[in-house]
């Protein structure tokens, strides 16, 4: 069974950076598109950037200019640089293929304070 395992969230100050970090289990990573989601307290889970296999990304556009996906196909983990981070971006965040999701993992909490 495919595993999602997310790291790297915390609670930092605006304008401050993290880096998030996404494992995936077993071979699939490298023939799929893959994004990371957004779950902000109260709200719906939404998708906020995603990368295909040949690295074409693309962003919503309240993270444009400020985050960066990156994957490795060669050892399965997903990245996000998340740059200048604001309040608004707070929220739970997860990895998962962008069609045909997988189970989800538990995601990993980000907190932006101003």
């Known amino acids: 069974q495919v595993q999602l395992v997310e790291s790297g969230g915390g609670s930092v100050q605006a304008g401050g950076s993290l880096r998030l970090t996404c494992a995936v289990s077993g071979s699939i990573f490298s023939t799929n598109i893959w994004g990371w989601y957004r779950q902000a307290p109260g709200k719906q889970r939404e998708l906020v950037a995603s990368i295909s296999v040949g690295g074409t990304t693309d962003y919503a556009d309240f993270v444009k200019g400020r985050f960066t996906i990156s994957r490795d196909n060669g050892k399965n983990p997903l990245y996000l640089q998340m740059n200048n981070l604001k309040p608004e971006v707070t929220g739970v965040y997860y990895c998962?293929?962008?069609?045909?999701?997988?189970?989800w993992g538990k995601g990993t909490l980000v907190t932006v304070s101003s």
């Open positions: 998962n293929k962008v069609y045909r999701a997988f189970p």
